[in-house]
């Protein structure tokens, strides 16, 4: 008696957190109350904007290009979160000899505003100065020289602000790798008292003097800054920071039109699925099948606003991987139930043949479905763009089918099915 009036209080709760977490689902109702979370669709879904970068390695060695690409990767991905673009898609790809970086940003059609989000894609520089006075019919002509070197951002770490110590004014740290603290030094030992030119897109920033020879890889840029310029002085250091220069060599805009149809289809087949599932298991399971249908309900509902909540960006591949584990997420029921009928055949009573059957059923549902969670963790991990959206969604899918199948279904039974035997061996 104690155990059916706590399996009820059990069952209150995940029926309070089921209708909560339907009202989160169902965006046109939450959203009349609340701007907590929107739906994120995927670029296929939404529409948006297609950036293509050609990637210059032709300063890089070749065993060094791979960690050249995936620097630049992460670099530009950073960039594009900075700006708070909708999920963004940042990934390299080889086509022809050529390396190149694709950005797809969902719900942006406005090319030009695309770009301006990302920011331009500069390529920082160090180089010496050189200063030739002539004199031209008794005046003087100064004339200044920039000699290129071979630091570069793709040296450099990171920069940020900090504060002088003693005049509490701010500046600019620098932080470079092992290899730019070496160019580094050698380049501040040989211009001390000269002016060092720092270069954006063969624009100059900035032209700070070399008091001494710095060593370590750690440096800072002092003057007469306000905190503004600063703060513009590091977005510029970091922004710069690219380990190979790129250049826009394509930008394309996707319909969501298109998107808006094929998303349609994609809710019609996830209900066809669904529907074809919850038939099949009362058709095949009795009463039983009506109680893994409820949970498979629950389970749909659990799903979605985790997908919400995190959120995940539902592309035609995550709905992809949604729809198919919504297939799975019957799976342990089925082995639940089968067997509870084998227990049944050895003439337990309902009550202790539907806890022996969860119990000895649950090795085998744990082995099929951790097997099914390595996969989706190696395609999420060692994989990109819409292969990951199907990776996680299904990855999700899984775990939260574990709690659907095992404590959802068992309460259910726990509550409402009295002792008698309800399959027919």
């Known amino acids: 008696m104690l155990n059916k009036i706590n399996s009820t209080k059990l069952l209150i709760i995940i029926f309070v957190l089921a209708l909560l977490a339907a009202f989160f689902d169902y965006d046109p109702l939450w959203a009349k109350f609340f701007h907590f979370r929107e739906w994120r669709l995927g670029l296929d879904l939404a529409g948006g904007t297609v950036l293509t970068y050609s990637i210059d390695l032709s300063q890089v060695q070749p065993q060094d290009q791979a960690l050249v690409i995936n620097g630049l990767r992460d670099v530009i991905e950073k960039r594009v979160n900075l700006f708070g673009v909708s999920e963004p898609k940042v990934y390299t790809e080889e086509a022809g000899g050529e390396h190149r970086l694709i950005v797809e940003l969902s719900g942006i059609k406005d090319i030009n505003a695309a770009i301006s989000e990302i920011g331009t894609t500069p390529f920082l520089d160090f180089r010496e100065v050189r200063e030739t006075t002539t ?37 600019v740290d620098l932080e470079f790798n092992s290899e730019g603290a070496k160019i580094f030094q050698e380049l501040t030992s040989k211009n001390i008292g000269k002016p060092l030119a720092i270069f954006l897109d063969n624009q100059l920033i900035e032209m700070p003097v070399v008091q001494e020879e710095i060593s370590g890889g750690r440096a800072q840029i002092t003057g007469n800054f306000t905190l503004a310029e600063v703060q513009k002085l590091v977005e510029r250091f970091n922004a710069g920071a690219l380990p190979a220069p790129i250049t826009l060599v394509d930008q394309r805009t996707v319909d969501s039109v298109f998107g808006t149809n094929v998303l349609n289809k994609a809710i019609l087949a996830g209900v066809v699925g669904f529907l074809a599932v919850a038939i099949f298991m009362i058709i095949y399971y009795k009463r039983l099948g009506i109680y893994a249908a409820v949970a498979l309900i629950i389970y749909t509902i659990f799903s979605l606003a985790i997908f919400k909540l995190i959120p995940v960006t539902m592309s035609l591949a995550g709905i992809a991987g949604f729809v198919l584990s919504i297939g799975m997420a019957v799976d342990a029921n089925i082995l639940d139930f089968e067997r509870t009928k084998e227990e049944l055949k050895m003439g337990l009573s309902y009550k202790t043949a539907i806890e022996e059957g969860f119990k000895r059923a649950w090795t085998s549902i744990r082995d099929s479905n951790i097997s099914t969670l390595i996969t989706s963790f190696v395609l999420y991990y060692f994989t990109s763009s819409f292969v990951r959206g199907f990776a996680l969604t299904l990855g999700i899918g899984v775990l939260v089918s574990l709690f659907s199948s095992i404590t959802t279904t068992r309460t259910l039974l726990r509550v409402f099915e009295s002792r008698r035997d309800i399959i027919k061996t």
């Open 135 to 171: 004199t031209i019919s008794n005046s003087p002509t100064t004339t200044v020289q920039f000699i290129p070197t071979s630091l570069n951002g793709r040296y450099i770490v990171g920069a940020r602000i900090s504060f002088n110590s003693v005049t509490n004014k701010p500046q």
